[in-house]
């Protein structure tokens, strides 16, 4: 049994030290040093390059190093027969609670337009609408976990919150909506949308015009999902006709972010390099291994991914 780290991009070093740090007995090998690839039973994978796991003969689980598994699937060859189980995390889990806070504060505060007022020299003191917590309407697409936890912080500041997801919830303080039926209602109360979706073929493209005119005008919207969720050609119109106010980007189509990309330099645009939630190997090192434990005895896996659905 070997452990195989395929995430060139992702500190492989560290994931190795991490995993033999815990168990010195571990064969763990690094991609492409695979050696013989039937040795192979689990994969620790961000961003495989294509075909490279089908080429593992004898791969049970491939460990997603990120919360998100549209990365997998992205590769036309990926093997459907191989579990695949994603990060849920408590640290990852906190990055994103505060980056929805960090943008939601600033959003309800006005702080795009007081910096702009700074750089001009305005000293302008009712530039900032009166508007308390709970009557700000936030809406959170996707209420999982780190939706839920994101919905929790922000009920907690007294924020008017509600959320959307595929299946019904009850969820004390929140305003829950699902299925297509609900997107409206969430839409319509929504001045700050925060898109914490997995990306999969239902979700692909949602953040576009026609999601936008059903927004409050000028509206805030925060992208800590997935680039894929963005129509990109749809945001810069939204915002120069007033539908947005202002948009707070942590993913993209293409990352990193091409050097000419118009969103660099917007000055309704808030760009953040994929960095809302980043995975800490001395945490989920843990995680997986428990997880390879249950596999060997049996057991049924943690936070396995549902390979229909893609989430
Ligand atoms: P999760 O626990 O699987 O939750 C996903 C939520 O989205 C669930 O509430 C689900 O509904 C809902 N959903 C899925 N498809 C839907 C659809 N078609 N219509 C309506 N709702 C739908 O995922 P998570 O752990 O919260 O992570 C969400 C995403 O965040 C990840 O997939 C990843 O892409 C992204 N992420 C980004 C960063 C970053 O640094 N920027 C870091 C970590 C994660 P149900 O509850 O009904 O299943
Ligand atoms: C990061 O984007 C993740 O999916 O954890």
Redesign the pocket.
């Known amino acids: 049994m070997a452990i195989l780290i395929i995430a060139s991009h992702d500190r492989p070093d560290w994931w190795a030290r991490e995993l033999q740090q815990r168990d010195p007995d571990l064969d763990v090998r690094i991609w492409p040093d695979v050696g013989d690839p039937a040795d192979i039973t689990y994969a620790l994978a961000w961003k495989p390059a294509p075909g490279a796991l089908a080429s593992l003969s004898n791969l049970a689980i491939v460990f997603s190093l990120?919360?998100?598994?549209?990365h997998l699937f992205e590769d036309p060859d990926f093997p459907a027969h191989v579990a695949v189980v994603?990060?849920?995390d408590p640290y990852?889990?906190a990055?994103?609670r505060e980056?929805v806070l960090l943008h939601t504060l600033r959003y309800h505060r006005n702080q795009p337009a007081l910096d702009q007022q700074q750089r001009d020299h305005v000293w302008d003191d009712r530039a900032r609408e009166l508007r308390q917590a709970d009557e700000q309407g936030v809406g959170i697409?996707?209420?999982?976990?780190?939706?839920?936890a994101s919905a929790n912080a922000l009920s907690n500041l007294k924020f008017d919150v509600a959320?959307?997801?595929?299946?019904?919830?009850d969820l004390p303080g929140i305003t829950c909506f699902?299925?297509?039926g609900g997107?409206d209602a969430l839409l319509g109360r929504s001045r700050i949308l925060i898109c914490?979706?997995?990306?999969?073929p239902?979700?692909e493209g949602i953040l576009g015009a026609e999601l936008f005119s059903r927004l409050p005008m000028g509206a805030y919207l925060i992208n800590?999902?997935?680039g894929g969720h963005m129509i990109e050609a749809d945001l810069i119109p939204a915002l120069e006709d007033g539908r947005l106010a202002h948009a707070t980007l942590?993913?993209f189509r293409e990352e990193p972010l091409p050097g000419d990309h118009p969103f660099w330099d917007h000055p309704q645009i808030t760009v953040t390099p994929?960095?809302?939630?980043?995975t800490d190997p001395r945490s989920v090192v843990i995680q997986i291994l428990d997880d390879i434990g249950r596999h060997q005895r049996g057991d049924a896996l943690s936070n396995q991914v549902d390979t229909r659905?893609g989430?």
Request: net charge neutral; no cysteine; proline share 4%.
């Open positions: 990120g919360a998100g598994v549209d994603r990060v849920v990852l889990t990055g994103i980056y697409l996707g209420l999982g976990e780190l939706g839920q959320g959307w997801s595929r299946s019904p919830k699902d299925g297509r997107l914490l979706l997995p990306l999969t239902e979700t800590a999902a997935r942590d993913v994929h960095n809302a939630a980043i659905l989430y």
